[in-house]
């Protein structure tokens, strides 16, 4: 089957799971293509178990798709520099110190409470794995998904401190946690001694390299932008920017994510004010906002399919199932940790811990992450684990978000 057959039949089946979601499910666009598409999923699952083989068909089908080629080294450049675009970023400068803290220290320090928790956990049950490859799964479940994050709080209506907090976290913790777990899969595939030293450095250069290469081919497109005034040729040169500045970034070994993030803040702030005419403007914002739905529902509708590649150990999905906590407390650990240092310092509302740890929306990153781990004994384990956090993950915290957010709203 041809890439292009393959994309025509995603997009087909995403067009009508949108339909049936804004007919009869009436959830929140990115979270109701998932739950349809899941529903689908265990719809050919079962009638596979009935004799037909229409389930061994679609699973034919949808497993020719790569996930993680298909969001890492495509979607996610597009998804990042969306969503960054349209983020104020006074107003993340203003709360930098916890923004950091949350995409730096909390990430390492979740990664290694879920790595030791999931180590001892997956012993527990017979499966035990190396402490590296616990590490991995600390690493890719760590991080929060801006994808998934964003989408949930356009209709949440969160108070603008606490949005800019919880997004401008997800928007750096995600490069970060991507820098992280390709360290770490380094250090498993090509067999080196673990080095926190080596580590740090490379840490290092991967986020600030990127964070430089986003800034400077960021200030090079609003030099362009500026010089033009036409919408047709603005639109292009982010077209341009995005898909050569997510491959520069990557042939130059910095990371990718961090630098769309940079340069979507650099085009949406520096060069929405002074590079562009209002025609421009509108245009541009209205392109983008295109791009970021139809991807989003595309990536939710892989997310929900991806059931049907999955190993069905029974056992599997209860460890998976006993993550969730362990999860969602190392979450809170690692978000109380900077936020309760940094209140002596800095005014921070008393419910911004909670919400932060429920808005700690997993996505389809993880997913991508677990998918890129190579072949071995503990690969399904792990990839399962990652599923079903990341389902509860998106389809209970997502859809209880917004509840959270009135209540805490009404009681201050």
């Known amino acids: 089957m041809s890439i292009f057959a393959l994309i025509a039949i995603l997009l087909t089946v995403t067009a009508l799971l949108s339909w049936v979601n804004e007919r009869y499910l009436r959830m929140p666009h990115t979270i109701g293509v998932m739950t349809a598409a899941l529903v689908l999923s265990i719809m050919l699952t079962v009638l596979g ?9 679609a699973e034919e089908i949808f497993g020719r798709i790569d996930f993680n080629a298909v969001l890492m080294k495509g979607m996610l450049s597009f998804l990042l520099f969306a969503g960054a675009l349209h983020v104020d970023l006074s107003a993340l400068l203003q709360r930098k110190w916890t923004i950091l803290s949350l995409a730096t220290v909390g990430v390492v320090t979740s990664t290694l409470l879920v790595a030791g928790a999931f180590y001892f956990l997956v012993s527990a049950f017979g499966y035990p ?24 709080l356009k209709s949440a209506h969160a108070p603008e401190s606490l949005e800019t907090r919880i997004v401008g976290e997800s928007l750096f913790n995600d490069g ?15 067999r080196k001694e673990f080095s926190w030293v080596g580590a740090g450095e490379l840490l290092l250069e991967e986020a600030v390299g990127g964070a430089v290469v986003g800034l400077v081919l960021g200030y090079l497109a609003y030099r362009m932008l500026k010089s033009v005034d036409n919408y047709t040729v603005e639109v292009l040169i ?24 940079v340069a979507g803040l650099f085009i949406g702030n520096h060069g929405r004010v002074f590079g562009m005419s209002d025609r421009t403007r509108q245009h541009l914002d209205t392109f983008w906002e295109l791009i970021d739905e139809v991807l989003n529902a595309l990536l939710f509708v892989m997310i929900g399919l991806e059931l049907l590649v999955l190993d069905f150990d029974p056992i599997y999905f209860l460890v998976g199932a006993l993550c969730i906590p ?40 993880s997913i991508a992450l677990a998918l890129a781990l ?39």
């Open 49 to 57: 178990h009935l004799g037909f083989v229409v389930d061994q068909w």
């Open 129 to 152: 794995v190396p402490f590296m490859w616990a590490l991995l799964f600390g690493a890719l479940i760590s991080p929060t998904d801006p994808i998934a994050v964003l989408g949930i």
């Open 176 to 190: 970060v946690g991507v820098v992280i777990f390709t360290l770490l899969l380094g250090f498993v595939t090509e």
């Open 238 to 261: 982010t077209l341009a920017l995005v898909s050569g500045g997510y491959a520069l970034a990557g042939a130059l070994h910095t990371s990718g994510p961090i630098a769309m993030v």
């Open 326 to 365: 362990l999860v969602l407390t190392a979450r809170a650990i690692s978000v109380s940790i900077p936020v309760t240092v940094l209140r002596r310092f800095l005014p921070i509302e008393r419910y911004t811990i909670r919400m932060l740890v429920w808005a700690g929306v997993r996505g389809g990153i």
């Open 374 to 412: 190579p072949p071995s004994p503990y690969r399904d384990l792990i990839l399962v684990a990652t599923y079903v956090v990341v389902i509860f993950s998106i389809f209970v915290q997502g859809l209880s978000i917004g509840r959270l957010v009135r209540w805490t709203a009404a009681r201050t």
